[in-house]
């Protein structure tokens, strides 16, 4: 038995061991649990289930994630939008996308809106018209040119651009070709018989063209048959 004013050392040991076994209750946690090293290490260590994120995953700057279900707002995204480097968009496979008073620009190109009604292919200095390859065009009501311009073939012999009609009862038909060849021509009918050169040259419904048929050519049309011969090369009249 201690005597007064002493403390049993004995005592006092067993208090401390009971206090140091004790993780509530102590040190004003109250009913909480004390945290032992091992269980921070524990914590740190864990990348779900924590800091209100459910069941959800904490997201870390430096790490590559999956993310779902978050709303960005006024974000600054770095990168560039290319397949495999960068920033790479999804596929938009539904609902209109808007750009506004903005343009597409491409390596060499921008496309922009000229007017309410006219869409311009331009240069990136924004100063010229480019041109557009396309395999089919149809337009709804005009076709025009702001300038002088040119309808060109290929620039290749044999290439040409064909001009079609409705033919009631059979559907679209040739009418005129423009064709390249040693001496350009325009042929009309779908035989191609009837010519034009660009040398001058005419010929109707058969043969090759030939040049304006002269006098000097021709006896000086001193008979019929001297017309009758222009008329023939001409293929105007046949050879019977």
Known sequence: MPKMGMVDRAEVDADIATHAALDTGVHGAGSD??????????????????????????????LTQ???????????????????????????????????????????????????????????????????ILDTVSCQSVFSLAAAGAFTTGNDDNDYIVFKSRDSGVGLVEVARLVGAADPYWSFDASQGTRFTNAGKICFFTGSPVSQQLKASHNNWAALSDVVSALVNLGLLDQA
């Open 33 to 62: 649990t004390l945290a032992t090293d091992a269980d921070i290490a524990t914590h740190a260590a864990l990348a779900t289930g924590v800091h209100g994120v459910g069941a959800g995953t904490i997201v870390g700057t430096g």
């Open 66 to 132: 999956t993310l779902t279900s978050k709303t960005l707002t006024s974000p600054t995204i770095q990168g560039t939008v290319a397949a495999g480097t960068g920033l790479t968009l999804p596929a938009h496979i539904s609902g209109d996308v808007t750009i506004g008073a903005n343009q597409l620009i491409y390596t060499d190109i921008r496309l922009k809106q000229i007017t309410a009604a006219l869409l311009g292919i331009r240069n990136l200095a924004d100063n010229a018209y480019l041109g557009l």
